[in-house]
């Protein structure tokens, strides 16, 4: 259920790019620098935000939210996303949930699938994925909201056990606090 991305999807063309706020310095590389936000070819994209990518080995984009953004020793500018999971993707597990066309399903648990370490460049454009989960940490989303959407998720699926649920932990893959991974 890895995701490799294309190493070279327009590495080294970058035209229209900006680092946005930065966040921070590496701890055990202080020349590793993190940011808050960037701007690429025009828009402006921040943690947390939902993102199509360029994907080698995949028909359809995949979609990820970016958790990690930022820009090695070498110049290299990264991003680290947790994915989702389009139904087709996981149909052999998903039993007798029937989803809808535009429902996804975030990636947690613990095992390979969760998330990957990709350079920024694969990024192809903004996704808006809005969480409908009843989770009381969760504030239910508005009507305007919901119709701009491109997709809706309410459950995850547990890259590890293979399951679909539909309760949020407190954390995935190292990002504490539900509201900024859903």
Not at 65 to 90: D, H
């Amino acid at each position: 259920m890895s995701r490799p991305l294309s190493s070279s999807a327009n590495v080294g063309e970058v035209i229209d790019f900006k680092w946005g706020k930065k966040r921070g310095v590496g701890v055990k590389n202080k020349d590793t620098h993190y940011y808050e936000s960037f701007v690429y070819e025009g828009v402006e994209y921040f943690l947390y935000d939902c993102v199509y990518l360029f994907s080698t080995d995949h028909v359809e984009t995949s979609i990820g939210k970016l958790i990690k953004i930022y820009e090695r020793p070498t110049r290299e500018k990264m991003i680290k996303v947790v994915w989702f999971f389009r139904p087709m993707e996981i149909r052999n597990f998903l039993g007798n949930y029937q989803p809808c066309w535009n429902e996804l399903f975030l990636a947690s648990g613990e095992d390979k699938g969760l998330s990957d370490v990709n350079y920024l460049e694969s990024i192809i454009g903004k996704c808006n994925v809005v969480c409908t989960s009843k989770d009381k940490r969760n504030p239910k989303p508005s009507e305007t909201e919901l119709n701009k959407a491109d997709y809706f998720f309410s459950c995850t699926f547990d890259v590890g056990r293979r399951v679909i649920i539909d309760k949020f932990t407190n954390e995935i893959d190292g990002v504490k606090g539900q509201k900024k991974v859903v």
